[in-house]
């Protein structure tokens, strides 16, 4: 009898070992990269027409792309900007969420009329940066830039795609 139970204690030992399956661990989610795509150039125009400064854009216009916009990217370059192009007026307001670096906004009208800058955005702020009139276009930059490159409102932009 002692045999007995004996085996079916380690019968039962050996089920509760083998039998439970330890779950793995549940993957860590990496995040997205992304790249800087350098697709065309854009210049800001001074008032009495000359060219202030110019910088390497990423355009972007698909629903997708303009949700993301510069979220996940740890940094861009000082001559890089990501432009967005929108097919009609409306006012499109912007946030940083997700975004890792502060920024730059330019509201730019249909005349490519730079009307309104926010300043040194801040990153992961949900607060809704809202456009006073309706606009066709955002240029966002690193923080700073406006102000370091004298870009002000009623500049105008210039801007053409590589391809």
Known sequence: MNRYLVSIVLLIALSLVYGCKQEAPAPVAEKPKYEFRHDGSLDIISKDGKIKCSFRIEIVEREDEVMRGLK???SIE????MLFVFGKADLYDFWMQDTYIPLDMLFIDVEETIFQI????QPFSEERISPT??????????AGTAKKMNIQTGDKISWKRLQ
């Not at 009139?133 to 690193?142: G, K, M, P, R, S």
Request: glycine share 4%.
């Open 72 to 74: 996940y990217r740890e």
């Open 118 to 121: 926010h300043e040194n955005a």
């Open 133 to 142: 009139q309706a606009n066709n276009f955002v240029l966002e930059l690193n």
């Open 78 to 81: 000082p001559d890089q900007g």
